[in-house]
């Protein structure tokens, strides 16, 4: 472990020789930040590029994500600003319509670890429905209604759709979301990056 490492990076190390869902799928967990990091995002899972990589949200998803926050990928991987873990910290393999959902096993095992060592959080984004459904007590009953109330989770959370390009037709059906949402979204996270 190089000189300087800090607590939440080293514990990331640890993460990352996981293997609790090795008996199902082929464990490469993917979680990056560091304690200085200002926002945390939560999304679902790593997909099949990202587990090729090991490099987070590095696939259309992931340019969708940073075309709404407003940010360089330079920005984005800068772990001083962003960390991101995901409630599945492997990729789950394929469905019949996209990804499997995330493991049930990795947020009770390691969020409780990761999270309190990252004090600097101003904002979480909460990507997808898992990740709304664990982190928010009182919601509504759908994604659309958790997004669409955004204001009542905040200043700590923001629930966002997956950026996910098999939901464009979602986004085409509520415009709100680019019109209203996404605004609020840039200018609290622009806040949050000053």
């Not at 200085?36 to 997909?47: C, E, M, S």
């Not at 990761?114 to 101003?122: A, H, R, S």
């Not at 955004?150 to 509520?174: D, G």
């Amino acid at each position: 472990m190089p000189k300087g490492t800090d607590a939440f990076e080293r514990k990331c190390e640890e993460v990352r020789g996981c293997e609790l869902c090795k008996a199902a799928l082929s464990p490469h967990p993917v979680v990056v930040g560091n304690q200085q990091a200002r926002i945390l995002i939560i999304g679902q899972a790593p997909g099949r590029k990202v587990h090729d990589t090991g490099i987070p949200w590095n696939d259309p998803s992931g340019d969708r994500l940073r075309e709404w926050l407003q940010v360089s990928r330079a920005q984005f991987y800068d772990s001083s600003l962003f960390a991101i873990v995901p409630m599945g910290l492997c990729y789950p393999g394929k469905g019949k319509s996209g990804d499997l959902p995330p493991r049930k096993e990795c947020a009770p095992r390691w969020h409780p670890e990761l999270l309190p060592l990252l004090p600097n959080i101003q904002l979480t984004l909460l990507i997808g429905q898992y990740a709304q459904q664990h982190y928010l007590s009182h919601k509504p009953r759908t994604l659309t209604e958790t997004v669409e109330n955004w204001q009542h989770f905040a200043p700590a959370y923001f629930p966002l759709p997956h950026p996910s390009p098999r939901n464009t037709l979602w986004l085409k059906r509520h415009p709100w979301f680019e019109q209203e949402t996404l605004p609020a979204l840039r200018t609290r996270l622009a806040k949050c990056l000053q």
